[in-house]
């Protein structure tokens, strides 16, 4: 016989756990937040004002760069903030519509992310192998986790985290499960199409020395950002289902925040001052005095 539901209730407030074990470093954590947040910060508008203000750089590789840049933006806008305050606080609690909302910008930004960087595999599919040619489900989620009757309100991470929601519920999660499968698989698919755009830019690039130098210079890039999304996310999503808790929580923070940390300033770094083009634009708003750049 099932015992009775004492918790079941509408939750407002979770607590958030994952700094229990490390509050004694706070304040290096927060002292480091608090310089890299706004260096991140200025790096992707930098390039978001860069591509943003010269026509020459409006063309779709460049476009995408740019979305990269402002969605790295709208991810970190939902951990950093919030992180920043919880270092300093006592109790490290969040709303229930609050909790929603965090699941929403961090994980949307992360499958635009996934989505942005497919679409750019192909774009330099076309660029390179075609050139002739060149110029010419968040949301279903949130719901599934808001139909939840949760027992408990204690979630194990920094932040709000589908999974971790889920795993609070009273009863079966096998709709969510199963939708969770569903968009799993479907940015397996995306990777499947990645993987087959890079073989065909390989091959292609091979022949020819100007094709390995275009492949060099945007294409490498692009597999770091992808690589590191990658990892970072499926780490996240198989530990969130299937982890011990014996791993220490100063690395699971650090795992967990991977795609938080590393993406949104790798991002603008690599391709602000690895393409050329968008290097020489930014010397030249910031330097057009001391640096003799021709337009």
């Not at 004492?6 to 480091?32: A, D, H, K, P, Y």
């Not at 969770?180 to 073989?199: D, E, K, P, R």
């Not at 970072?232 to 991977?258: C, H, I, T, W």
Request: proline share 4%; glycine share 4%.
């Amino acid at each position: 016989m099932q015992p009775p539901l004492e918790n079941e209730s509408s939750v407002l407030v979770f607590t958030l756990s994952g700094l229990n074990e490390t509050m004694e470093n706070r304040f290096v954590f927060f002292s480091f937040t608090a310089l890299f947040y706004p260096l991140m910060v200025f790096c992707n508008v930098t390039v978001i004002f860069t591509i943003i203000l010269h026509k020459k750089l409006h063309e779709p590789m460049y476009v995408f760069i740019c979305n990269l840049c402002i969605n790295g933006l709208f991810g970190t806008s939902g951990f950093y903030p919030k992180f920043m305050y919880d270092l300093l606080a006592h109790d490290h609690v969040i709303s229930y519509t609050g909790c929603l909302i965090q699941i929403f910008v961090i994980y949307s930004s992360a499958s635009c992310d996934i989505s942005t960087l497919t679409v750019m595999a192909y774009d330099r599919y076309v660029a390179i192998c075609r050139p002739l040619e060149y110029h010419s489900i968040m949301t279903n989620q949130i719901i599934l986790i808001s139909r939840l009757t949760l027992c408990g309100s204690t979630i194990e991470k920094l932040f709000c985290e589908i999974w971790a929601v889920a795993k609070l519920s009273c009863f079966s999660t096998t709709v969510n499960n199963v939708f969770g499968y569903i968009v799993i698989l479907t940015y397996f698919g995306h990777a499947v199409f990645i993987f087959c755009s890079y073989i065909h830019l390989i091959r292609k690039c091979i022949k020819s020395i100007e094709s390995r130098h275009k492949f060099m210079q945007t294409c490498v890039p692009h597999l770091v950002s992808l690589i590191n999304v990658t990892v970072a996310l499926l780490f996240d999503v198989l530990y969130s289902r299937y982890g011990s808790k014996n791993v220490p929580q100063s690395l699971r923070n650090f795992m967990a925040l991977e795609f938080l940390l590393v993406p949104p300033i790798l991002n603008p770094l690599i391709y602000g001052l690895n393409l050329t083009t968008v290097r020489q634009q930014v010397m030249r708003m910031f330097f057009k005095k001391q640096v003799g750049i021709s337009e």
